[in-house]
């Protein structure tokens, strides 16, 4: 049978998603946590693959077994044997159709940035920072340049391996949250760094080194030497990941540092 499993981890500690030959990515952990509960191989397929540093709130993976447990089985078990940095929020039996990655509809992110003199302290590893206060009301302005469907090379990282560039960006919000500025990205789906980017670029705007203006002739020269530095991925979380209401999926609990819209 097909199980699905809802994850969040804490990116700081792991060298990303993906099975490294150290054994240290999350996929690592979490396979041999599956494996030990199981009592036999397992192999998931994840929604999204995040670099090193980068947290999930709403990671969704999906593996095969013949292994036959309860969906509580299947979050308390593994939970056991994880690393407490790496938790399974929920577990469900899907139909064989299902597919964590090519099932998902959209994918959203978010990146939570403090502009402040002082680095963060209690939060460091878990927000980007950046030295002064940013123009939110600039960033709003540049962000909605790059709605729609584009090719967003002058954002792609140039190892990314996907065969297109061309994305459809629903979502690009910039709004302060108490000492924080919340970015939101929604997609159907990402380029390698492509969050990371455009949040760089649009701290180049919100810093007055750009106009709002420049976000749209960057996606229009498609060419990633003109943009800024790639951004930290201490405040990057994937927090939301979109699927057809008929695989029953349950929905994720919230991301306790991204307030309500």
Same mark, same amino acid.
């Given at each position: 049978?097909?199980?699905?499993?809802?994850?969040?981890?804490?990116?700081?500690?792991?060298?990303?998603?993906?099975?490294?030959?150290?054994?240290? *990515?999350?996929? $690592?952990? %979490?396979?041999?946590?599956?494996?030990?509960?199981?009592?036999?191989?397992? !192999?998931?397929?994840?929604?999204?693959?995040?670099?090193?540093?980068?947290?999930?709130?709403?990671?969704?993976?999906?593996?095969?077994?013949? +292994?036959?447990?309860?969906?509580?089985?299947? @979050?308390?078990?593994?939970?056991?044997?994880?690393?407490?940095?790496?938790?399974?929020?929920?577990?469900?039996?899907?139909? =064989?159709?299902?597919? !964590?990655?090519?099932? +998902?509809?959209?994918?959203?992110? #978010?990146?939570?940035?403090?502009?402040?003199?002082?680095a963060p302290g209690i939060l460091a590893g878990r927000v980007?920072?950046?030295?002064?206060?940013?123009?939110?009301?600039?960033?709003?302005?540049?962000?909605?340049? @790059?709605?729609?469907?584009?090719?967003?090379?002058?954002?792609? $990282?140039?190892?990314?391996?996907?065969?297109?560039?061309?994305?459809?960006?629903?979502?690009?919000?910039?709004?302060?949250?108490?000492?924080?500025?919340?970015?939101?990205? =929604?997609?159907? +789906?990402? %380029? #390698?760094?492509?969050?990371?980017?455009?949040?760089? *670029?649009?701290?180049? @705007?919100?810093?007055?080194?750009?106009?709002?203006?420049?976000?749209? =002739?960057?996606?229009?020269?498609?060419?990633?030497?003109?943009?800024?530095?790639?951004?930290?991925?201490?405040?990057?979380?994937?927090?939301?990941?979109?699927?057809?209401? !008929?695989?029953?999926?349950?929905?994720?609990?919230?991301?306790?540092? @991204?307030?309500? =819209?």
């Amino acid at each position: 049978m097909r199980i699905a499993l809802g994850l969040e981890y804490d990116g700081a500690a792991f060298c990303g998603w993906q099975h490294q030959p150290s054994g240290c *990515a999350v996929q $690592d952990h %979490l396979e041999t946590a599956l494996c030990r509960f199981a009592d036999r191989p397992v !192999a998931v397929t994840a929604a999204g693959r995040t670099d090193a540093g980068v947290h999930a709130s709403a990671q969704v993976v999906h593996f095969d077994t013949d +292994a036959q447990r309860d969906d509580v089985a299947w @979050v308390r078990g593994p939970n056991t044997f994880l690393d407490r940095r790496v938790r399974v929020l929920w577990a469900r039996g899907v139909a =064989e159709d299902f597919h !964590a990655r090519f099932s +998902a509809r959209s994918r959203t992110y #978010h990146y939570l940035l403090l502009d402040d003199a002082v680095a963060p302290g209690i939060l460091a590893g878990r927000v980007g920072w950046f030295h002064r206060t940013l123009d939110v009301a600039a960033m709003v302005q540049a962000a909605n340049r @790059v709605l729609g469907e584009h090719d967003f090379s002058a954002f792609r $990282d140039a190892q990314c391996q996907a065969k297109s560039p061309v994305r459809t960006l629903t979502v690009a919000a910039v709004r302060r949250r108490g000492p924080l500025v919340v970015f939101t990205f =929604e997609a159907n +789906a990402f %380029l #390698h760094h492509m969050v990371r980017n455009l949040v760089g *670029a649009l701290v180049y @705007v919100g810093a007055g080194r750009q106009p709002p203006d420049w976000m749209g =002739e960057l996606l229009g020269s498609r060419d990633r030497r003109l943009s800024a530095p790639t951004f930290a991925p201490d405040g990057l979380y994937l927090s939301g990941i979109a699927y057809d209401p !008929a695989f029953g999926l349950p929905p994720f609990r919230p991301n306790p540092l @991204v307030s309500p =819209e």
